[in-house]
């Protein structure tokens, strides 16, 4: 009896420690270096959620296809509508361009000009394009597939978002980067041969040269010209310079004086579109001059400087509309989408252009005005993506 049981025994434990059939043995662990187990050792003592998940970070197959579809149709429709305005401005300025060589109508005004449009109606792109295709996806109820499979509407929203930023990062080089130098030579390209609009004069000038409290010189001209072939120097005509020093004054006279001043022309000679030719750190660079010299033709500049900023976030705005908006099959089918779409993409840009005058006149200042449309529009998108994710 003994001898059965130790059998039985000897037998179990056999079993526990096979194999099972059809798999090769488990190799055994290779010893770990120094730095592999003080690597394990601090990793182990992390707290779960700060451990690093290389799975999570990765575009699933559902994020791919919607990030396909999202980007070729906004580059699609950005292509379709830049042709048909590139149409309409050959019919509009057709005797300029006949009158210009080709070479310059090309590479300095086209290589600007249709960039430009697509950064300036870059919010209506992205709208249509959301619109448009996701409500192709609901029309073949893959939303609805989606959906259905688990995929909750939040994580739905994921690629979404992230096609959003891709536009976004790249409406933000151009607008602020990219496109300022371009305009350069597209404005010196309509000044010259469609419409000259550039200011070349002005009177009852005044501006402070150097920041200060006290006043210690003040100089006074009828006529000044600049001197473009050296930098800062002027020529001052029926000119008086006053020295205060204390309480004595020192008046000099003269007819003619060529003299060196720390200003430029673009200093108080402000042309329509000025502000567009230059770059983001120039435009803070302007403004911060012009108001430590006391100068007050800065609204302009400060509202081109706050939509290129409000612009590039009201791709994320119109993607979270577009999206709450299209995702549900409707009875009226894509048509009636792209219609609301469009009707919506028309408001918010009108809106924008609305509230710009705001600042203008003095009513607010340009950073509140120019994102006065994004706040309204968040609101009716948060609002939009609640009812529809229930």
Same mark, same amino acid.
């Given at each position: 009896m003994m001898e059965e049981a130790e059998k039985d025994i000897i037998d179990v434990v056999a079993e526990q420690h096979a194999e099972p059939l059809g798999q090769e043995p488990m190799p055994a662990e290779q010893p770990?270096?120094?730095?592999q187990r003080r690597k394990h050792a601090k990793r182990r003592h992390l707290p779960r959620k700060m451990r690093f998940r290389p799975h999570l970070w990765r575009l699933k197959i559902l994020d791919r296809y919607i990030l396909k579809k999202f980007l070729g149709t906004y580059f699609v429709a950005t292509l379709l509508v830049l042709a048909v305005i590139a149409m309409f401005d050959v019919t509009e300025k057709l005797d300029a361009f006949l009158t210009a060589p080709v070479k310059e109508t090309i590479l300095d005004y086209f290589s600007s000009f249709l960039p430009y449009f697509a950064v300036q109606l870059s919010p209506l792109f992205v709208f249509i394009a959301v619109i448009f295709f996701t409500? *192709?996806?609901?029309? #073949?109820?893959?939303?609805i597939a989606i959906l259905s499979s688990g995929v909750s509407y939040r994580r739905l929203l994921v690629p979404y978002m992230i096609g959003a930023a891709v536009i976004a990062g790249l409406t933000f080089w151009l607008s602020n980067y990219a496109i300022p130098p371009s305009n350069v030579k597209r404005l010196a390209y309509t000044n010259k041969y469609v419409k000259n609009k550039k200011e070349t004069s002005a009177s009852n000038v005044q501006l402070q040269v150097q920041p200060g409290k006290k006043l210690v010189s003040r100089l006074t001209a009828q006529t000044v010209q600049y001197d473009s072939l050296r930098q800062h120097h002027w020529i001052l005509h029926d000119y008086m310079i006053r020295t205060l020093n204390g309480q004595r004054e *020192?008046?000099?006279? !003269?007819?003619?004086l060529d003299t060196v001043i720390d200003m430029e022309p673009q200093d108080f000679l402000v042309s329509t579109h000025d502000q567009e030719t230059y770059t983001t750190p120039e435009l803070t660079t302007y403004i911060a001059k012009q108001k430590n010299r006391g100068? =007050?033709? $800065? $609204?302009?500049?400060e509202i081109e400087k706050e939509k290129r900023y409000a612009m590039t976030a009201a791709a994320f705005i119109l993607t979270l509309i577009g999206m709450a908006l299209s995702s549900r099959k409707?009875?009226? !089918?894509? !048509? +009636? #989408?792209?219609?609301i779409g469009l009707a919506l993409s028309f408001s918010y840009i009108l809106f924008s252009t609305v509230t710009s005058s705001f600042a203008i006149s003095g009513a607010t200042s340009a950073r509140v005005a120019m994102w006065i449309p994004n706040i309204?529009? +968040?609101?009716?998108?948060?609002? +939009?993506?609640?009812? =529809?994710a229930r």
């Open positions: 770990k270096s120094a730095e409500s *192709k996806m609901a029309g #073949n109820s893959e939303i *020192k008046i000099i006279r !003269g007819a003619s100068s =007050a033709n $800065v $609204v302009a500049f409707v009875k009226g !089918g894509m !048509g +009636l #989408n792209i219609g309204v529009y +968040l609101a009716i998108g948060i609002v +939009l993506y609640y009812r =529809a």
